[in-house]
């Protein structure tokens, strides 16, 4: 099993920045990407960016050039640093622990509220 925790969210002005962190506990050595996904009212669930133990990120198109998904290896934390935040932004986002291979292996975070007021 593998434990996640979310820290980071909160309100912010449109423009404003957040960053979002996750760390990872438990039986780590099965993951091998983590990521963030968000899931506003009323609307499916959605990958936000992904990033992989070796390093390699996937983002979703309208947050490209805005958020930077980032992660320690020693600490089993990922982290999102999101700039330039709009209204749009607004969910609640959840980390993600998975294993590539195995894709039966996925863990969830309880989730982090991220409002952007414009």
């Known amino acids: 099993q593998v434990q996640l925790v979310e820290s980071g969210g909160g309100l912010v002005q449109a423009g404003g920045s957040l960053t979002l962190s996750c760390a990872a506990s438990?039986?780590?050595?099965?993951?091998?990407?983590m990521g963030w996904y968000r899931q506003a009212p009323g609307k499916q669930r959605e990958l936000v960016a992904t990033?992989?133990?070796?390093?390699?990120?996937n983002y979703k198109d309208s947050v490209k050039g805005r958020f930077t998904i980032s992660r320690d290896n020693a600490k089993n934390t990922v982290y999102l640093q999101m700039n330039s935040l709009k209204p749009e932004d607004t969910a609640v986002y959840y980390c993600?622990?998975?294993?590539?291979?195995?894709?039966?292996?996925?863990?969830w975070g309880q989730g982090t509220q991220v409002t952007v007021s414009s």
């Open positions: 993600n622990a998975a294993n590539r291979i195995v894709t039966a292996i996925t863990y």
């Open positions: 438990g039986s780590t050595g099965t993951i091998n990407v």
């Open positions: 990033i992989t133990r070796g390093g390699t990120t």
